[in-house]
């Protein structure tokens, strides 16, 4: 998994960097991974965007982006505000970005200690089914929290995964001619208050937890990050380049 250091010029750097493409291009039925370290919620947006145009042009499989985001609260296509509890000034108070985004799903919040997982998936390469896609997704994050113990489910009409009447993870995506962007988030050690600001995914009945709240202890965050993209083969049933 190549780990790239994020600075002002990063995202120029990815995007001129050959070698990305070549892999993409070179590589047929394996999917492609980069971790980007912690990167701003709009510098990631635009990696998501370009590898979406890469991966439409050449019919690769696609690119998996692991990261974690500066402190960010995004709005979901629909729009609603009703769940955002703070005000603009709490907001900057505490450095939290606010963003409109174009995923499915309401509110949520995206900060350190809190794993972004971006696949830019071609679902020609696994099935053209939105459903099963996203039922996918709630099952490596599933088996993901089962490795360490933690027991994750699934709750009928709601999307993520729960851990008793707790929310652990959260999805929200897009699909646009069978490929996908956004994806899902994963509690590790993320600081718990910062979703005191809102309503999370408009879900009053359940609050976030997260796997050091539940195992009481840290979780070293790139051991979680392999195990996601093992999952990502076990489940998906593609190879994941590192």
């Known amino acids: 998994m190549q780990i790239l250091k994020q600075n002002n010029s990063a995202v120029n750097n990815i995007i001129k960097d050959k070698k990305i493409i070549n892999k993409l291009q070179t590589n047929s039925g394996k999917i492609l991974c980069l971790d980007l370290g912690i990167i701003p919620y709009n510098d990631a947006y635009n990696l998501q965007t370009y590898f979406f145009d890469q991966v439409k042009l050449s019919n690769c499989c696609g690119v998996i982006l692991l990261l974690e985001h500066t402190p960010v609260i995004t709005i979901g296509n629909n729009k609603k505000l009703d769940n955002l509890l703070a005000s603009n000034t709490k907001l900057k108070e505490r450095n939290i970005e606010l963003v409109q985004s174009n995923?499915?799903?309401?509110?949520?919040?995206?900060?350190?200690?809190?794993?972004?997982?971006?696949?830019?998936?071609?679902?020609?390469?696994?099935?053209?089914?939105?459903?099963?896609y996203v039922y996918n997704l709630e099952q490596l994050i599933i088996e993901v929290l089962n490795h360490y113990g933690i027991c994750g489910t699934r709750i009928d009409k709601h999307r993520g995964v729960f851990v008793e009447n707790y929310k652990i993870a959260s999805i929200g995506v897009r699909i646009k001619k069978w490929i996908t962007m956004h994806g899902f988030s994963l509690n590790v050690n993320v600081d718990l208050s910062y979703f005191d600001n809102i309503i999370a995914c408009g879900l009053k009945k359940y609050s976030q937890t997260s796997m050091q709240k539940i195992l009481n202890k840290n979780i070293p965050i790139n051991d979680v990050k392999e195990q996601i993209l093992i999952k990502f083969n076990e489940v998906f049933g593609l190879s994941v380049l590192k």
């Open 103 to 132: 995923r499915g799903g309401d509110i949520t919040f995206h900060g350190p200690g809190q794993i972004v997982c971006y696949p830019i998936l071609n679902l020609s390469c696994v099935k053209k089914d939105l459903s099963l």
